[in-house]
């Protein structure tokens, strides 16, 4: 099975991760760990945007690659950028084996909502989603309903489903069922 190891970057509550581990494999063919490590977001902070660059992160995440990996996926509160957009929900390595993804907009909280655990949650697995599918080279979908359809704000997130449409879902099978071979 294709284990996606769980990386916390920076403090986060331990249930988000563990919700994350089990609802993940329910919707991608993956077997899921979270790490004990966590990696510190600091020295990506960049004083003059107030965020964390995202592509930093992800080529500091390289060496925490180990063996076992298929995907090591980030999990973050901080919030991210690249250099070109305001704000990313994530970043991922065409081809694999890192992404990132953070929940700071993804939070009710952040348009000044009250607090939504289970809608959080939603997000964020679709989020991680998303990403795994960039980390095997697949392009944004043009079913808005797909988790591989592009998302500008977190309204375009929330129109997604957690799954993946069905022609997607057959380039992550093949995909996913290749590399398992070259593994053995
Ligand atoms: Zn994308
Ligand atoms: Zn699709």
Redesign the pocket.
Known sequence: MNLVHLLPVGKLEPSLLENLCLALPRYFPVSCQILSVELDPAPHYHAERQQYHSSEILERMQALVCQQDWRLLAVTAVDLYIPILKYVFGEAQMGGPCAVVSFHRLRQEFYGLDPDHSLLNERLLKECIHELGHTLDLAH???YR????SAHSVEWIDLRESR??D???VQVESKTSLSGEQRK
């Open positions: 979908c043009q079913d797909c988790a591989m359809a993946l449409c022609s997607c879902r």
